[in-house]
């Protein structure tokens, strides 16, 4: 099944329309930057939601989508408790974000083309731009997408690859819209649709069809890349490297906190749904092996990244105090994701035993490697002198993830983690 991600006005980001099953229940009530709406009206955890503002909900999604539509307006949450209804007032309130005044779409460069499909078909190749439809200019996916259901009959849909332009004749209809739509991948790079007026993106000169190709050096490669540089910019000035046709530019942009147009908020989390399955031996041993194989393949990745600065070191590492606040955490919902989580703490810390660096099992192994290789043993004295090295990086690493766990203390505070 081939499934084309859409940017959410609601999230912020790309999205499929899916989301977990959650019950109605409320599982916890949270506090948003010191006020706690759900909390201080009255609600408590496992009420089970019945309606807002007299309107019966069946899901959680609906649930919040009806929350989200009524920022800063007074909103009537009908709840079961004891099998008796209550009704409580809540103001909603928007969640303030750092922006930079725009909407993000993404790419109309072609990255795939399913083998056999309707778009290899009729001459769609990776590696082409979708530059117009009809002869008029498209800059995004969504915007290509809005042409082609937009028209009607005989098309000319127009692509360039390397300075060459090439036209596509395309019969639309609703069947070969979808067809082509699901036969093509493009690349996530974020593309600007659309600048707010009087926001820092336009005034520092960001258009519509400009693609974000770094901030502050670190490449973006994804609308979340990009959201989470403004997120974590603290109001910070950053430096946006652009493309706009064939030319690059730079942006410095200092984002702005704002409620506007976010959505609305009250603080609580649903009580997830169990979902349970039992295994034999011989099959809960492969899924353990499974599961660990996927772990370290997510660990692995996440270090990668974190090296290659796609992702922020500081969003990621975390200390004793983290590890004590996800126990605590974790042991709330329950025995088995306990275990879960201690499962993978272990693994974490096999994976960082094994790291080539000195008083680690790691650093041993590679000095056995090296005695190998040079047939000789290594010194004393250098042994000594590496122990030292390892015991430096390993303090130093504990007090940084400390640091950061620390400056992370208010945040679970403001939440009501604790």
């Given at each position: 099944?081939?499934?084309?991600?859409?940017?959410?006005?609601?999230?912020?980001?790309?999205?499929?329309?899916i989301?977990?099953?959650a019950?109605?229940v409320v599982?916890?009530?949270?506090?948003?930057?010191?006020?706690a709406?759900a909390?201080?009206?009255?609600?408590?955890?496992d009420?089970?939601?019945?309606?807002?503002?007299?309107?019966?909900?069946?899901?959680?999604?609906?649930?919040?989508?009806e929350?989200?539509?009524?920022?800063?307006?007074?909103?009537?949450?009908?709840?079961?408790?004891e099998?008796?209804?209550?009704?409580?007032?809540?103001?909603?309130?928007p969640e303030?974000?750092w922006?930079?005044?725009?909407?993000?779409?993404?790419?109309?460069?072609?990255?795939?083309?399913?083998?056999n499909?309707?778009a290899?078909k009729?001459g769609?190749?990776?590696?082409?731009?979708?530059?117009?439809v009809?002869?008029?200019?498209?800059?995004t996916?969504?915007?290509?997408f809005?042409?082609?259901?937009?028209?009607?009959?005989e098309?000319i849909?127009?692509?360039?690859?390397?300075?060459e332009?090439?036209?596509?004749?395309?019969?639309?209809s609703?069947?070969n819209?979808?067809?082509?739509k699901?036969?093509?991948?493009?690349k996530?790079?974020?593309?600007i649709?659309?600048?707010?007026?009087h926001y820092?993106?336009q005034?520092?000169?960001?258009?519509?069809?400009?693609?974000?190709?770094?901030?502050?050096?670190?490449?973006?490669?994804?609308?979340?890349?990009?959201?989470?540089?403004?997120?974590?910019?603290?109001?910070?000035?950053?430096e946006?490297?652009?493309?706009?046709g064939?030319?690059?530019?730079?942006?410095?942009i200092?984002?702005?906190l704002?409620?506007?147009?976010?959505?609305?908020?009250?603080g609580?989390?649903?009580?997830?749904?169990?979902?349970?399955?039992?295994?034999?031996?011989?099959?809960?041993?492969?899924?353990?092996?499974?599961k660990?194989?996927?772990?370290?393949?997510?660990i692995?990745?996440?270090i990668?990244?974190?090296?290659?600065?796609?992702?922020?070191?500081?969003?990621?590492?975390?200390?004793?105090?983290?590890?004590?606040?996800?126990?605590?955490?974790?042991?709330?919902?329950?025995?088995?994701?306990?275990l879960?989580?201690?499962?993978?703490?272990?693994?974490?810390?096999?994976?960082?035993?094994l790291?080539?660096?000195?008083?680690?099992?790691?650093?041993?192994?590679?000095?056995?490697?090296?005695?190998?290789?040079?047939?000789?043993p290594?010194?004393?004295?250098?042994?000594e002198?590496l122990?030292?090295i390892?015991?430096?990086?390993?303090?130093?690493?504990?007090l940084?993830?400390?640091?950061?766990?620390?400056?992370r203390?208010?945040?679970?505070?403001?939440?009501?983690?604790?």
């Amino acid at each position: 099944m081939n499934v084309i991600p859409e940017m959410s006005p609601e999230m912020g980001m790309p999205a499929i329309g899916i989301e977990p099953k959650a019950s109605l229940v409320v599982g916890r009530l949270l506090s948003l930057n010191g006020v706690a709406p759900a909390k201080e009206a009255g609600i408590r955890e496992d009420d089970q939601i019945l309606a807002v503002d007299g309107a019966k909900v069946s899901s959680w999604s609906q649930f919040q989508k009806e929350i989200a539509q009524r920022p800063n307006q007074p909103t009537t949450i009908t709840v079961s408790r004891e099998n008796k209804p209550l009704n409580f007032q809540v103001i909603p309130i928007p969640e303030p974000r750092w922006i930079i005044g725009v909407e993000l779409d993404f790419s109309a460069q072609i990255e795939a083309v399913k083998g056999n499909s309707l778009a290899q078909k009729i001459g769609f190749e990776a590696g082409q731009k979708i530059v117009a439809v009809d002869a008029k200019s498209i800059a995004t996916l969504r915007g290509f997408f809005e042409a082609l259901e937009e028209s009607e009959g005989e098309i000319i849909i127009t692509v360039e690859s390397q300075d060459e332009k090439k036209d596509i004749q395309f019969l639309s209809s609703s069947q070969n819209t979808e067809a082509l739509k699901s036969s093509i991948a493009t690349k996530s790079q974020p593309v600007i649709a659309e600048v707010r007026p009087h926001y820092p993106a336009q005034i520092a000169g960001l258009a519509p069809g400009d693609s974000i190709i770094e901030v502050d050096t670190k490449e973006i490669e994804d609308a979340e890349s990009l959201i989470g540089a403004i997120q974590n910019s603290g109001g910070e000035a950053l430096e946006l490297t652009y493309q706009r046709g064939n030319e690059a530019g730079k942006a410095l942009i200092e984002p702005v906190l704002t409620t506007v147009g976010q959505p609305g908020m009250i603080g609580v989390l649903p009580k997830a749904l169990p979902l349970v399955r039992h295994y034999g031996w011989l099959k809960s041993i492969q899924t353990g092996f499974s599961k660990t194989r996927t772990v370290v393949i997510q660990i692995y990745l996440s270090i990668r990244a974190m090296i290659s600065r796609r992702i922020s070191a500081r969003q990621q590492l975390g200390g004793p105090i983290t590890i004590a606040v996800a126990s605590y955490y974790f042991a709330s919902e329950g025995v088995a994701k306990l275990l879960y989580f201690l499962g993978i703490i272990s693994i974490s810390l096999v994976l960082i035993n094994l790291l080539p660096l000195p008083v680690l099992d790691g650093g041993l192994l590679f000095l056995l490697g090296v005695e190998k290789l040079k047939g000789s043993p290594v010194s004393q004295k250098t042994q000594e002198a590496l122990n030292y090295i390892g015991w430096a990086l390993i303090i130093s690493l504990m007090l940084w993830v400390t640091f950061f766990d620390i400056m992370r203390l208010k945040d679970w505070l403001d939440k009501g983690l604790f």
